[in-house]
């Protein structure tokens, strides 16, 4: 993809210092841009990289203050981290573009298919699919029987979404996705064994998601295993039967949660935090990493820490105790070595050997 700063100023609505025609065809980090490179300027840490890039094309803040000489043309914006994040979007774009239906691969009869989708090779669309305008699907996916996408859906290569499913518009399954994998049922036998129940759910994800790599959301039993809008959810997360996510909720990697939990909107959830099943999480919440949720959290908007979690105030406070025991252990065996003189019978009442 070649631009030209006339063309980046306009759709980041910039403004040039320099050479409007100058051109680039590729992104890089300011301290190792060459010719022919677009780059950015957005955390103070970098200043010094303004004078000595070789970037062609560097986007700057509006209020950036110039000591020295640049040679690169300026693009100077509102919020350069935004600017970038835009002609990263662009960049992407134009690398996964991809036109028509790959041989071989399955498409069923009664699937119905939108504008422009793509369907990359070995892919299978099961009966009566819906794929909406602009989804693409890549190679080695498996679309089963009565699954519904929305538009612009990304379904990259590996991803398996079993029957009944339903995904609505602009959402990311990175590869390795499972979506409506059987939940965890089995109820117990009188004879130590399990017997299999059958989950007969599905898994609803709303607009605007995007799920990381290899994380596995289970179906539901009976109703639905709900991701709401605007969730986040980073690489190799287990999402388990009947749980529902909340608007805008971001979680980390590896991270477990229970069946039948329901965590609130705008929650933040660190990497491998568990999460046990029938329990609520308000809205806000935000938790370390590595804590253990074993309780329903009612309080809205605080933070949380350890295992099992508890306010994060309290938690850093214990941490801090625990971090002086070999302190005070070290003091207490002198006091008791005191304590053991002390007790010892004075000199004078000691009897001769």
């Given at each position: 993809?070649?631009?030209?700063?006339?063309?980046?100023?306009?759709?980041?609505?910039?403004?040039?210092?320099?050479?409007?025609?100058?051109?680039?065809?590729?992104?890089?980090?300011?301290?190792e841009?060459e010719?022919?490179s677009?780059?950015?300027?957005?955390?103070p840490?970098?200043e010094?990289?303004?004078?000595?890039?070789?970037?062609?094309?560097?986007i700057?803040d509006?209020?950036q203050?110039?000591t020295?000489?640049v040679?690169?043309?300026?693009?100077?914006?509102?919020?350069?981290y935004?600017?970038i994040?835009?002609?990263?979007?662009k960049y992407?774009?134009?690398?996964?573009?991809?036109?028509?239906?790959?041989?071989?691969?399955?498409?069923?009869?009664t699937?119905?298919?939108?504008?422009?989708?793509?369907i990359g090779?070995f892919?299978?669309?099961?009966?009566?699919?819906?794929?909406?305008?602009?989804?693409?699907i890549?190679?080695?996916?498996?679309?089963?029987?009565?699954?519904?996408?929305g538009?612009?859906?990304?379904?990259?290569?590996?991803v398996k979404?079993?029957?009944d499913?339903?995904?609505g518009?602009?959402?990311?399954?990175?590869?390795g996705?499972?979506i409506?994998g059987?939940g965890f049922?089995?109820?117990p036998?009188?004879?130590?064994?399990y017997?299999?129940?059958?989950?007969?759910g599905?898994?609803?994800?709303?607009?605007?998601?995007e799920?990381?790599a290899?994380?596995?959301?289970?179906?539901?039993?009976?109703?639905s295993?709900?991701?709401?809008?605007?969730?986040?959810?980073?690489?190799?997360i287990?999402?388990a039967?009947?749980?529902?996510?909340?608007?805008?909720?971001?979680?980390?990697?590896?991270?477990?949660?229970?069946?039948?939990?329901?965590?609130?909107?705008n929650?933040?959830?660190?990497?491998?935090?568990?999460v046990?099943?029938h329990?609520?999480i308000?809205?806000?919440?935000?938790?370390?990493a590595?804590?253990?949720?074993s309780?329903?959290?009612?309080e809205e908007?605080?933070k949380?820490?350890?295992a099992?979690?508890?306010?994060?105030?309290?938690?850093?406070?214990?941490?801090i105790?625990?971090?002086?025991?070999?302190?005070?252990?070290?003091?207490?065996?002198?006091?008791?070595?005191?304590l053991?003189?002390?007790?010892?019978?004075p000199?004078?009442?000691?009897?001769?050997?």
């Amino acid at each position: 993809m070649q631009l030209t700063a006339l063309e980046i100023s306009l759709l980041l609505n910039g403004t040039i210092e320099g050479k409007p025609e100058v051109t680039v065809n590729q992104l890089a980090k300011i301290e190792e841009a060459e010719a022919g490179s677009l780059s950015f300027l957005a955390n103070p840490k970098y200043e010094q990289y303004l004078y000595t890039t070789q970037a062609s094309i560097l986007i700057i803040d509006q209020g950036q203050v110039l000591t020295e000489p640049v040679n690169a043309t300026l693009i100077r914006v509102e919020n350069p981290y935004i600017a970038i994040s835009v002609l990263l979007d662009k960049y992407n774009q134009s690398k996964l573009a991809k036109p028509g239906i790959e041989q071989p691969s399955f498409v069923h009869p009664t699937a119905k298919l939108g504008k422009d989708v793509y369907i990359g090779a070995f892919s299978y669309i099961g009966a009566n699919v819906v794929l909406g305008d602009n989804c693409r699907i890549y190679p080695n996916s498996y679309v089963a029987a009565d699954v519904v996408l929305g538009n612009n859906v990304t379904v990259f290569a590996g991803v398996k979404i079993y029957f009944d499913c339903k995904i609505g518009n602009d959402v990311t399954l990175h590869s390795g996705v499972i979506i409506g994998g059987d939940g965890f049922g089995f109820a117990p036998q009188g004879d130590g064994t399990y017997q299999k129940v059958a989950q007969i759910g599905n898994v609803i994800i709303e607009d605007d998601v995007e799920i990381g790599a290899n994380t596995t959301i289970d179906r539901a039993t009976m109703g639905s295993t709900i991701i709401r809008r605007g969730v986040k959810l980073d690489n190799l997360i287990q999402i388990a039967h009947n749980v529902e996510i909340g608007s805008n909720t971001v979680v980390a990697a590896q991270t477990g949660i229970s069946g039948s939990t329901k965590i609130g909107e705008n929650v933040v959830l660190g990497g491998q935090v568990g999460v046990v099943g029938h329990i609520q999480i308000a809205k806000g919440s935000q938790v370390q990493a590595q804590s253990g949720i074993s309780r329903t959290i009612k309080e809205e908007n605080k933070k949380w820490a350890g295992a099992p979690a508890t306010n994060y105030q309290d938690h850093m406070r214990s941490q801090i105790r625990v971090n002086r025991l070999p302190e005070l252990e070290k003091k207490i065996q002198e006091l008791e070595k005191k304590l053991a003189d002390l007790q010892q019978p004075p000199e004078l009442y000691r009897k001769p050997r």
